[in-house]
Nanobody, 122 residues
Framework: QVQLVESGGGSVQAGGSLRLSCAAS?????MGWFRQAPGMEREGIAG???????AYADSVKGRFTITRDNAKNTLYLQMNSLKPEDTAVYYC???????????????????WGQGTQVTVSS
């Protein structure tokens, strides 16, 4: 069992930046960030394998950067040039299921954090 705790959400104006963190209670394996806006499906926006290979959704590519500190079992998401459409609850996910490797697919991951709200105003 891996417990995940996100932090760093908040409110920011368009064009601003935020950095999300996700602390894992144990070795998290591959990890990802997902987000869910009201009335929308939860979507994968960034993922990273244990070897550092990353994947990004087109909607955030070039603006968001996913990194991890393996020594601290912590995942980060640096979000720059934020837009109102980035407003959502952001979730951290960890540990790919056996045979699964699609980092932007919800079904890939075994464990989820409780989410942190990000609100971007225009």
């Amino acid at each position: 069992q891996v417990q995940l705790v996100e932090s760093g959400g908040g409110s920011v104006q368009a064009g601003g930046s935020l950095r999300l963190s996700c602390a894992a209670s144990g070795y998290p394996g591959c990890m990802g960030w997902f987000r869910q806006a009201p009335g929308m499906e939860r979507e994968g926006i960034a993922g990273i394998r244990g070897d550092g290979i990353t994947a990004y959704a087109d909607s955030v590519k070039g603006r968001f950067t996913i990194t991890r500190d393996n020594a601290k079992n912590t995942l980060y998401l640096q979000m720059n040039s934020l837009k109102p459409e980035d407003t959502a609850v952001y979730y951290c996910a960890a540990l790919c299921k056996r045979g699964q490797s699609a980092l932007l697919v919800r079904a890939t991951f075994m464990y989820w954090g409780q989410g942190t709200q990000v609100t971007v105003s225009s």
